[in-house]
């Protein structure tokens, strides 16, 4: 197809790869997950969710894109004219995704205007409530938030600008430009958190190993749940990234990069945020446990309180933080939409330009709803279900259909031919076996407790 991207360059795809999944997941969600799934012991199962589904998922994803060239719905129509629904499937659950995920981005950026004067005060948790202009009504979308309409247009303006200018131009440039400085960002905290006093605690209460936790088969599934939102596997991403890869690239080794350096990050992250978690415990008298927690409470209650409790610079580490939390929220935003952008682009064989505008307007007037008082409370609703079940179903459709209705050791064969490290048949094993299983109890765990709670 005519004007169909490729990336400039193998470490071009493996930076935005790794800026996809290294996102707000790694720096609110990783960390809690673990301190509350066993601490250090839930390292053990969630490695093994790594070697048993990440990675596999992730070489099949990156073969299949590469082989098939094309975005989620072209990709499985090439494999099997039957499957191109699952597809679907993933670019609608890619651009649910997108439309919050934005919104979220927009707070960050206030957050880090907010963070010169720690304009949250005393009591960041109201001082959120009453920004985002929530009230009682859970469905009040009368009242527009005035003071996100800057940030929000910055937002789409980014976006929409490495969106436009395509991927190698465009998305390739802006993750060579933000994962270092994310990195740096990270670093800065992580010093200033492991010598802050009490910051033993932190990392006591994220690390220490309570071996008795294994036993549990809720960890387990904890550990695979966090494992596919963390790598972006399973919705679209990087079925689409891969297949604006040269055909002879090593998928096997740049699988292993992608989830090495993501797996990396959150261990980094989680030492700095736990680190910050543990002297705020301490001056407050509380116990860890109290004060812990993970996702947006964690980003704009705690953490501000946290930052204005520093001793000094308070300031910079607050920059610090919201900027680490949007350099690695924006590369996870562009691929999103370069997941929904790629299904249509290729199936409809419309100009790049055509598709990223048929994409980015309706997201554009869906995430006005985020700048309304009952934001919050969509974003709620709509992350309980992406999160317990969309991304689960999706994922054991895809592992059931390669493995039971496509033959997989035609792709372990695909995925071979240019790597160094060959996969043997443990791979299709863990496809068809291991993940299979484990996604299909996540599966009906989560409906169960979706349905019933
Ligand atoms: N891996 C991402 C994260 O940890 C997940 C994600 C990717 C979410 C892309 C949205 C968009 O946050």
Redesign the pocket.
């Given at each position: 197809m005519k004007d169909r991207d490729q990336w400039n360059s193998k470490v071009g795809f493996l930076l935005a790869a790794i800026g996809?999944?290294?996102?707000?997941?790694?720096i609110w969600?990783?960390p809690y997950v673990a301190a509350t799934n066993g601490g250090g012991a839930f390292l053990l199962p969630y490695f093994f969710a790594i070697i048993t589904a990440g990675i596999p998922i992730l070489i099949l994803e990156y073969t299949m894109g590469k082989t098939f060239r094309g975005g989620a719905p072209v990709t499985w129509a090439r494999m099997n004219r039957r499957f191109e629904w699952l597809g679907w499937f993933q670019v609608m659950i890619?651009f649910i995704?997108?439309v919050y995920?934005f919104a979220i981005v927009v707070w960050v950026v206030s957050y880090i205007g907010f963070s010169f004067t720690q304009a949250w005060g005393a009591d960041p948790s109201s001082f959120f409530v009453e920004y985002l202009g929530l009230t009682d009504s859970a469905l009040n979308l009368g009242g527009i938030q005035t003071s996100l309409i800057i940030p929000f247009v910055i937002i789409w303006a980014i976006a929409a600008f490495i969106m436009y200018k395509g991927v190698s131009k465009g998305i390739e440039k802006a993750c060579k430009i933000c994962l270092p400085i994310l990195f740096v960002l990270m670093l800065v905290l992580v010093i200033r958190g492991v010598t802050l006093p009490g910051a033993v605690d932190g990392l006591e209460y994220m690390f220490k190993p309570d071996w008795n936790a294994l036993k549990d088969p809720s960890v387990w599934v904890a550990a695979y749940g966090q494992i596919f939102?963390?790598?972006?596997i399973a919705?679209a991403?990087m079925l689409a990234y891969s297949s604006y890869l040269p055909k002879k690239t090593d998928v096997v080794n740049s699988a292993f990069i992608t989830a090495t350096a993501?797996h990396g990050f959150e261990l980094f992250a989680g030492i700095g945020v736990f680190s910050i978690m543990g002297y705020m415990a301490m001056m407050q008298g509380v116990p860890v446990s109290e004060v812990a927690g993970a996702g947006i409470g964690l980003a704009f209650m705690t953490f501000p309180t946290a930052i204005s409790a520093l001793p000094a610079l308070n300031a910079l580490f607050g920059i610090c933080f919201f900027g680490a939390l949007f350099t690695?929220?924006i590369t996870?935003?562009i691929?999103?939409l370069q997941?929904v952008v790629s299904g249509f682009h290729d199936k409809f064989e419309m100009s790049h330009k055509k598709a990223v505008t048929v994409v980015m307007v309706p997201a554009f007037l869906l995430s006005f709803l985020f700048i309304t008082g009952a934001g919050m409370n969509i974003l709620d609703i709509v992350d309980a279900f992406i999160n317990n079940i969309g991304i689960a179903s999706a994922g054991v459709i895809e592992v059931i259909l390669v493995t039971r209705f496509f033959n997989p050791e035609k792709l372990r064969q695909e995925a071979n031919e240019f790597s160094n490290f060959s996969i043997g048949r443990w791979w299709v094993f863990s496809l068809r076996i291991v993940t299979t299983v484990v996604l299909g109890i996540m599966l009906f765990l989560n409906t169960k407790d979706y349905l019933y709670n």
């Amino acid at each position: 197809m005519k004007d169909r991207d490729q990336w400039n360059s193998k470490v071009g795809f493996l930076l935005a790869a790794i800026g996809s999944a290294v996102g707000l997941g790694n720096i609110w969600r990783f960390p809690y997950v673990a301190a509350t799934n066993g601490g250090g012991a839930f390292l053990l199962p969630y490695f093994f969710a790594i070697i048993t589904a990440g990675i596999p998922i992730l070489i099949l994803e990156y073969t299949m894109g590469k082989t098939f060239r094309g975005g989620a719905p072209v990709t499985w129509a090439r494999m099997n004219r039957r499957f191109e629904w699952l597809g679907w499937f993933q670019v609608m659950i890619a651009f649910i995704i997108a439309v919050y995920y934005f919104a979220i981005v927009v707070w960050v950026v206030s957050y880090i205007g907010f963070s010169f004067t720690q304009a949250w005060g005393a009591d960041p948790s109201s001082f959120f409530v009453e920004y985002l202009g929530l009230t009682d009504s859970a469905l009040n979308l009368g009242g527009i938030q005035t003071s996100l309409i800057i940030p929000f247009v910055i937002i789409w303006a980014i976006a929409a600008f490495i969106m436009y200018k395509g991927v190698s131009k465009g998305i390739e440039k802006a993750c060579k430009i933000c994962l270092p400085i994310l990195f740096v960002l990270m670093l800065v905290l992580v010093i200033r958190g492991v010598t802050l006093p009490g910051a033993v605690d932190g990392l006591e209460y994220m690390f220490k190993p309570d071996w008795n936790a294994l036993k549990d088969p809720s960890v387990w599934v904890a550990a695979y749940g966090q494992i596919f939102f963390s790598l972006s596997i399973a919705f679209a991403i990087m079925l689409a990234y891969s297949s604006y890869l040269p055909k002879k690239t090593d998928v096997v080794n740049s699988a292993f990069i992608t989830a090495t350096a993501n797996h990396g990050f959150e261990l980094f992250a989680g030492i700095g945020v736990f680190s910050i978690m543990g002297y705020m415990a301490m001056m407050q008298g509380v116990p860890v446990s109290e004060v812990a927690g993970a996702g947006i409470g964690l980003a704009f209650m705690t953490f501000p309180t946290a930052i204005s409790a520093l001793p000094a610079l308070n300031a910079l580490f607050g920059i610090c933080f919201f900027g680490a939390l949007f350099t690695a929220g924006i590369t996870s935003l562009i691929s999103i939409l370069q997941a929904v952008v790629s299904g249509f682009h290729d199936k409809f064989e419309m100009s790049h330009k055509k598709a990223v505008t048929v994409v980015m307007v309706p997201a554009f007037l869906l995430s006005f709803l985020f700048i309304t008082g009952a934001g919050m409370n969509i974003l709620d609703i709509v992350d309980a279900f992406i999160n317990n079940i969309g991304i689960a179903s999706a994922g054991v459709i895809e592992v059931i259909l390669v493995t039971r209705f496509f033959n997989p050791e035609k792709l372990r064969q695909e995925a071979n031919e240019f790597s160094n490290f060959s996969i043997g048949r443990w791979w299709v094993f863990s496809l068809r076996i291991v993940t299979t299983v484990v996604l299909g109890i996540m599966l009906f765990l989560n409906t169960k407790d979706y349905l019933y709670n």
